[in-house]
Nanobody
Framework: QVRLVESGGGLVQPGGSLRLSCVASGYGLSSFAAAWFRQAPGKEREFVSAISWNGASTYYADSAKGRFTTFTDNTKLYLQMNSLKPEDTAVYYC????????????????????????WGQGTQVTVSS
């Protein structure tokens, strides 16, 4: 079974930046659709961003637009987070292994938890002064 591992979380002041990374054991993520989700204390896990096969398209939650960027290299998935706010504090998870047989429907289903087979353990991001 594929294992995903996130890294790069930590404590940052408001307005600061962090870059999160996600790697799949034995697999390069650049050729696969993938996504980032986050979960704050007492809240449901929510969609942050997604990237389609070979990085052809990217998608962002309204809360992330203009501040976050997701991209891949040959092996890893990244989430570059700029202008961080206290409300960005959460555990961030990467997800991969799109379940859909029809890849043309990714534009409809990219934001759903159920769209992904594999999940990481999460990395904590805390934005506080």
């Amino acid at each position: 079974q594929v294992r995903l591992v996130e890294s790069g979380g930590g404590l940052v002041q408001p307005g600061g930046s962090l870059r999160l990374s996600c790697v799949a054991s034995g697999y390069g993520l650049s050729s696969f659709a993938a996504a980032w989700f986050r979960q704050a204390p007492g809240k449901e896990r929510e969609f942050v961003s997604a990237i389609s096969w070979n990085g052809a398209s990217t998608y962002y939650a309204d809360s992330a637009k203009g501040r976050f960027t997701t991209f891949t290299d040959n092996t890893k998935l990244y989430l570059q987070m700029n202008s961080l706010k206290p409300e960005d504090t959460a555990v961030y998870y990467c997800a991969a292994g799109y379940r859909g047989e029809d890849t043309t429907l990714f534009s409809r289903f990219y934001s759903l938890l159920s769209s992904y087979r594999y999940w990481g353990q999460g990395t904590q991001v805390t934005v506080s002064s």
